[in-house]
């Protein structure tokens, strides 16, 4: 029986631990038998690694419709020639933030307008949705506290201020409860373990 393609997205603050839950998560789908793409945006491909070194290491200021289209410019090559060629072929596509990424920094962090933002991706990505979305939350303090334990650099976002944090916290919720039957939102403060498995229940009915 061939699979259908799945497209899974991991969203959160910095230091929530997406990437350690989509490890876990990519390894959990491997031993179901499935086929995983895991893939991130900003990058993803040789292009969307150059925009990725732009917007997230540019020294100076980059204007907020500038990022907003540098971020859209990379979703556009990367679901055309990433994600949806390995959905097609019945793939499972592990993805490290997507369109909400963008309406929660650049619509709320940046304040540009949250609907223009999120109908920019949509155009970029000729209106692909995921199937999943699992939103990592955690209070902007606590997020501080692990990176400052496993950073030495950081980037231009993670740069930014405690409260510009919480705005986007706070999008990210509000956009969680716009679509439930999309999300699911799990506290990122549990243990790893537990989150994972809050994740598989969630994941294992559509396989
Ligand atoms: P990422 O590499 O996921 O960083 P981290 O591992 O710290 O979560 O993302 C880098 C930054 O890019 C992150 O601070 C959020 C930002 N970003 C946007 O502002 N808009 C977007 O559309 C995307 C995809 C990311």
């Known amino acids: 029986m061939g699979s259908r393609g799945l497209f899974i997205t991991l969203e959160g603050g910095d230091g929530s631990g997406k990437t350690t839950q989509a490890e876990l998560l990519t390894e959990w789908l491997v031993t179901r038998g499935r086929s995983v793409v895991r893939t ?6 040789e292009v969307g690694d150059e925009i990725r070194e732009i917007v997230l290491h540019h020294r100076g200021d ?5 990022e907003a289209l540098l971020y859209a410019a990379d979703r556009a090559h990367h679901i055309k020639t990433k994600v949806r060629p390995a959905l097609a072929d019945g793939q499972v596509v592990v993805q490290d933030r997507y369109l909400d990424s963008s309406v929660a920094y650049q619509g709320a962090g ?7 933002v999120r109908d920019l991706s949509l155009w970029a990505s000729e209106g692909l949705l995921p199937d999943v979305t699992i939103l990592l939350d955690l209070d902007p303090a606590s997020a501080r506290t692990r990176l400052d334990g496993a950073r030495t650099r950081y980037d231009r976002l993670e740069a930014e201020k405690l409260d510009f944090h919480g705005r986007v916290r706070d999008a990210y919720l509000a956009l969680a409860a716009a679509e439930p039957e999309r999300f699911i939102v799990l506290d990122a403060s549990d243990e790893p373990a537990a989150i994972a498995a809050a994740i598989r229940a969630r994941v294992e009915p559509l396989l």
């Open 110 to 116: 940046r304040v540009l307008d949250a609907v223009q």
């Open 40 to 45: 991130r945006e900003p990058g993803g491909t």
């Open 62 to 66: 980059i204007a907020p419709r500038a």
